[in-house]
Antibody, heavy 121, light 107 residues
């Protein structure tokens, strides 16, 4: 079955760009019906969808991020990535990647374990 | 954006109890409603999709119901391993939005 694993720096300075990668194993990132998503959770708070992408990079973002987020796909490495620019302390969160099943009734499944990213100088 | 409101925010119940969590959407989402379980320090896990379809491998004591704006997650007989926070999420449109969560504790 699918396994997803996030990787990237755990500490990013304010105003810089957060960059995370999600490696997919147990299946291909290039399946037509699959989307791949990023969700975050500030410490002690609820879940916020950041965005999702297909393997062909048809991408949807949460407008609340004001165009700071970019999601891309590397099919050769079976990976997809998140970049979040101009970060502030409010972007401190556990970031999850997940399989976004976007056929019929869409849902998130096969979540990564999550990676804590702290925004601090 | 569609707002998702869960109630209660937390509850405490005994092993074997029937537990019900409700989720209300700010507009009709038909049955585009999912439920997730999150144990402390862990990633969320999908329990229910399409309001009432049980994900493969999820115990049958979990069930979901509802349509349009009002939805319910029921645990028919609470078990110790069900101590967790439960989130609803709408997939009717983007941005996908989640409820604030309901923390379930075992007495």
């Amino acid at each position: 079955q699918l396994q997803l694993q996030e990787s990237g720096p755990g500490l990013v300075k304010p105003s810089e760009t957060l960059s995370l990668t999600c490696t997919v194993s147990g299946g291909s990132i290039s399946t037509n019906t699959n989307y791949w998503g990023w969700i975050r959770q500030p410490p002690g708070k609820g879940l916020e969808w950041i965005g999702s992408t297909s393997y062909s990079e048809k991408t949807y973002y949460n407008p609340s991020l004001k165009s700071r987020a970019t999601i891309s796909v590397d099919t050769s490495k079976n990976q997809f990535s998140l970049m979040l620019s101009s970060v502030t302390a409010a972007d401190t969160a556990v970031y999850y990647c997940a399989y976004d099943f976007w056929t019929g009734f869409p849902y998130f499944d096969f979540w990564g374990q999550g990676t804590l990213v702290t925004i601090s100088s | 954006d569609i707002q998702m409101t869960q109630s209660p925010s937390s509850l405490s119940a005994s092993v074997g109890d029937r537990v019900t969590i409700t989720c209300r959407a700010s507009q009709s989402i038909i049955t585009y409603l999912n439920w997730y379980q999150q144990s402390p320090g862990k990633a969320p896990k999908l329990l229910i999709y399409g309001a009432s379809s049980l994900r493969s491998g999820v115990p049958s004591r979990f069930s979901g119901s509802g349509s349009t704006t009002d939805f319910t997650l029921t645990i028919s007989s609470l078990q110790p391993e069900d101590s967790a926070t439960y989130f609803c999420q709408q997939s009717y449109n983007t941005p996908r939005t989640f409820g604030q969560g309901t923390k379930v504790e075992i007495k």
